[in-house]
T-cell receptor, first 115, second 113 residues
Framework: GAGVSQSPRYKVAKRGQDVALRCDPI?????LFWYQQALGQGPEFLTY????????KSGLPSDRFFAERPEGSVSTLKIQRTQQEDSAVYLC?????????????FGPGTRLTVL | AQSVTQLGSHVSVSEGALVLLRCNYS??????LFWYVQYPNQGLQLLLK??????LVKGINGFEAEFKKSETSFHLTKPSAHMSDAAEYFC???????????FGAGTTVTVRA
């Protein structure tokens, strides 16, 4: 595709429900990132994949958050037993390599609202 | 650890006036520096970046930024604002050889006709 796509664009969950957020990176991009953007804040790093390997998950806020990229392309961010504080926009980005000089291309995000 | 401070959460300018968005960073070593723009319901788009070399960096849509090591700043400017510049702007840093971006809180720009 032409850019990074994410689905769904909007998700409303009741507290305690599990959710799954999908990211389709730009074809051929090795690296994939997830960020969380709370209302009125800048994005904060969650996790990083190089191909199918999750090399850094230091930003995941709790063990309720889980991300995978099994075939080195599409990625899913799963949040179990959602809490109100999980309400945020979840951004996915991909880059050709993964070095800091390489541009990260961002998707439009999934806005998660937990009631 | 790095941190990014964007002075002013909202900036309002008249069409045709100078746009100045301020960004200061804290880092133990000179980092790589970025400015991103976010339009409503769209992903972040890279405006420009500084890695090495010339400290004045030109980006898309007429924006430019200057890296000043002595001031630990990377302010974004555009000489003449256009209505289409209304958006949210984020300054970000990364350590050299690190993939993680650390973002500021963002500055929302409105342009008055």
């Amino acid at each position: 595709g032409a850019g990074v796509s994410q689905s769904p664009r909007y998700k409303v969950a009741k507290r305690g429900q599990d959710v799954a957020l999908r990211c389709d990176p730009i074809s051929g991009h090795v690296s994939l990132f997830w960020y969380q953007q709370a209302l009125g804040q800048g994005p904060e790093f969650l996790t990083y994949f190089q191909n199918e390997a999750q090399l850094d998950k230091s930003g995941l806020p709790s063990d309720r958050f889980f991300a995978e990229r099994p075939e080195g392309s599409v990625s899913t961010l799963k949040i179990q037993r959602t809490q109100q504080e999980d309400s945020a926009v979840y951004l996915c980005a991909s880059s050709r390599t993964g070095t800091s000089v390489d541009e990260q291309f961002f998707g439009p995000g999934t806005r998660l609202t937990v009631l | 650890a790095q941190s990014v401070t964007q002075l002013g959460s909202h900036v309002s300018v008249s069409e045709g006036a100078l746009v100045l968005l301020r960004c200061n960073y804290s880092s133990s070593v000179p980092p790589y520096l970025f400015w991103y723009v976010q339009y409503p319901n769209q992903g972040l788009q890279l405006l420009l970046k500084y890695t090495t070399g010339a400290t004045l960096v030109k980006g898309i849509n007429g924006f430019e930024a200057e890296f000043k090591k002595s001031e630990t700043s990377f302010h974004l400017t555009k000489p003449s604002a256009h209505m289409s510049d209304a958006a949210e702007y984020f300054c970000a840093v990364s350590e050299t050889n690190d993939y993680k971006l650390s973002f500021g809180a963002g500055t929302t720009v409105t342009v008055r006709a």
